[in-house]
């Protein structure tokens, strides 16, 4: 029988930067590749300062016909506002239909037995848009989502004829308490990639660290993007490059890695790669 190959990501030291409760399973099959995980939240989430909005849409949520989620977070904040407020987000009956950006955020959706009619094939806002396209046409839209949240995907969906009520259910915030002994594992050059997966913990490390140092580690370590999104927000900061994952499951964050360091070790001496 054959030796299994060894992952490339053996011995490296990757630092995710979501929060932890987020990154449980990512960082359990790293470990199974022989990696060494390091958690590092760039983010946090809180409450909208105003709930009045959120909760008007819980209460009326019976004229809408598409609930579109875009994150796993925007799940679980919805939920748990619908707890709070005793109060079924999709009643008996009710027509509404759901559609997710993503398969993480369609799985979250399933896990508390939210009825996913959609996901979108490519794994971003503007994309679902434009998969959904005339199915949207005179619909009412519930579009509950972060106070950070760009304006694309709303924007695309009224160009499809959508009505869109877009409702702030969370708030995007830098963390208060930052472990800093792992934020110099990135600054010493300890570890060997980086992984981002929002424009949000992309702007929290230039605000701890500076947009020059973050310029100066892409030459000493892997910076890795999940979609193309977050990609895009490490450019606009000047990093030239990026790994990007094709999608956002875990399994394309792992392929992208693994094809970064197998292609480093065969490069010649010398040779960057990008």
């Known amino acids: 029988m054959a030796e299994s190959v060894p992952s490339s990501l053996a011995g490296k030291r990757i630092v995710i930067t979501r929060a932890a409760a987020q990154s449980e399973a990512l960082a359990k099959e790293l470990s199974v590749r022989g990696a060494v995980p390091v958690i590092l939240p760039l983010v946090s989430f809180a409450e909208p300062e105003d709930l009045a909005p959120l909760d008007q849409a819980i209460a009326e949520n019976a004229q809408f016909d598409w609930l579109i989620l875009t994150s796993a977070q925007a799940v679980r904040a919805l939920m748990q506002r619908c707890m709070d ?12 239909r759901v559609a997710c950006v993503g398969p993480v955020t369609a799985q979250a959706a ?46 695309a969906l009224k160009r499809h004829g959508a009505r869109v009520t877009e409702v702030i259910a969370y708030r995007t915030m830098r963390p208060c308490d930052l472990p800093r002994n792992k934020l110099r594992e990135i600054t010493n050059h300890e570890a060997d990639a980086v992984l981002f997966f929002s424009p949000s913990a992309v702007q929290s490390l230039v605000h701890f660290i500076g947009a020059e140092q973050l310029q100066i580690i892409q030459d000493k370590l892997a910076i890795a993007a999940v979609g193309p ?20 499951t875990a399994d394309s964050v792992l392929e992208a890695l693994e094809k970064h ?14």
């Not at 999104?229 to 999608?247: C, F, N, P, Q, W």
């Not at 360091?261 to 990008?274: H, L």
Request: no cysteine; net charge positive.
């Open 229 to 248: 999104v977050t990609a895009k927000a490490l450019r606009d900061a000047g990093i030239e490059r990026v790994v990007v994952s094709a999608d956002t």
């Open 110 to 155: 399933r896990s508390v037995n939210l009825p996913v009619e959609y996901v979108a094939a490519t794994h971003n806002g503007l994309a679902l848009a434009n998969e959904l396209g005339n199915r949207l046409d005179g619909t009412k839209i519930l579009l509950p989502r972060s106070d950070r949240a760009n304006p694309d995907l709303p924007n």
């Open 261 to 274: 360091f197998a292609a480093a070790k065969a490069a010649p001496a010398g040779v960057k790669q990008g």
């Open 85 to 96: 407020l005793q109060r079924p987000l999709i009643p008996t009956g009710s027509g509404l």
